[in-house]
């Protein structure tokens, strides 16, 4: 399994902060980094299964993740 880095640790901790699923854009933002960075890098969280991605509203709605916390490790 790949190593957490930086960028996952920022990602991680933001969303524990914010106790709330948030969007990609939020987590960006939150995390001081492109919109772009942050997709790729909860793509690779969601790999690691260390974040859920879900789908707010029908007809795919706005995309937001969580932290996987229930999860067996």
Known sequence: MPRLNRQHKKIIRELYRAQRPLSTNKVADRAEM???TADKYL?????MNKVIELQKGEDGGKTVWILDVDRDR
């Open 34 to 36: 492109s919109w772009n």
């Open 43 to 47: 793509g690779e969280l969601e790999e």
